[in-house]
């Protein structure tokens, strides 16, 4: 079965840091692009970031930029979000997802995990 | 504010149709990038319920259809059942932004 499970979230004062971690298991990898999509509490899904197959091609969605960074390790079939100069509007549960289609502007969110949560609040 | 709009919400009573539309505009939708559709129940993680404008994972029952013209999608649920009380979201690509877009969700009430 294709699974995602996300872990690393918290509870962080505003400007700190914090590292998600996403298990894969259940399907190859390194063949599948990724993303993270977060939802603040009460809201709808908001795409936070993505990252190609063999990782060296990664998106930002404006509002992260230059704060959050994506990466993976295909060895351990992990995928990360290092998030950085937080602030309050990024409190939400952070989901994982597989994504999948033919080319990158036909992608869609797969497979996802139950989500991390992140609280950011002095 | 979302790239592709949505109505906040829709209501019907069981064994009704009911559709919800997401707009976009010419780099997203109008542009000709698919368009999938979630399901969100209380509580519970996202679930594919269209891609690709409109395919059917296994799974999901055929009372749920997508379609898309021009820069508009719209998913149609008929005989609307008590279980398919959720948020729905739409998503698709933006060429401008250089990322994937969701609507800002529909809350769909069985009466």
């Known amino acids: 079965e294709e699974q995602v499970l996300e872990s690393g979230g918290g509870f962080v004062q505003p400007g700190g840091s914090l590292r998600l971690s996403c298990a894969a298991s259940g399907f190859p990898f390194s063949n599948f692009a990724m993303s993270w999509v977060r939802q603040a509490p009460g809201k709808g899904l908001e795409w936070v970031s993505g990252i190609g197959g063999s990782g060296t091609t990664t998106w930002y969605a404006d509002s992260v930029k230059g704060r959050f960074t994506i990466s993976r390790d295909n060895s351990k079939n992990t995928l990360f979000l290092q998030l950085s100069s937080l602030r309050a509007e990024d409190t939400a549960v952070y989901f994982c997802?597989?994504?999948?289609?033919?080319?990158?502007?036909?992608?869609?969110?797969?497979?996802w995990g139950k989500g991390t949560t992140v609280i950011v609040s002095s | 504010q979302s790239v592709l709009t949505q109505p906040p919400s829709v209501s019907g009573a069981p064994g009704q149709r009911v559709t919800i539309s997401c707009t976009g505009s010419s780099s997203n939708i109008e542009a000709g990038h698919d368009v999938h559709w979630y399901q969100q129940l209380p509580g519970a993680t996202p679930k594919v319920l269209i891609h690709g404008n409109n395919n059917r994972p296994s799974g999901v029952p055929d009372r749920f259809s997508g379609s898309k013209s021009g820069a508009a999608a719209s998913l149609a649920i008929t005989g609307l059942q008590a279980e398919d009380e959720a948020d729905y979201y739409c998503?698709?690509?933006?060429?401008?932004?250089?990322?994937?877009?969701f609507g800002g969700g529909t809350k769909l009430t069985v009466l």
């Open positions: 997802a597989r994504m999948s289609g033919l080319v990158r502007a036909s992608y869609y969110m797969k497979v």
């Open positions: 998503q698709s690509y933006d060429s401008r932004l250089s990322g994937w877009v």
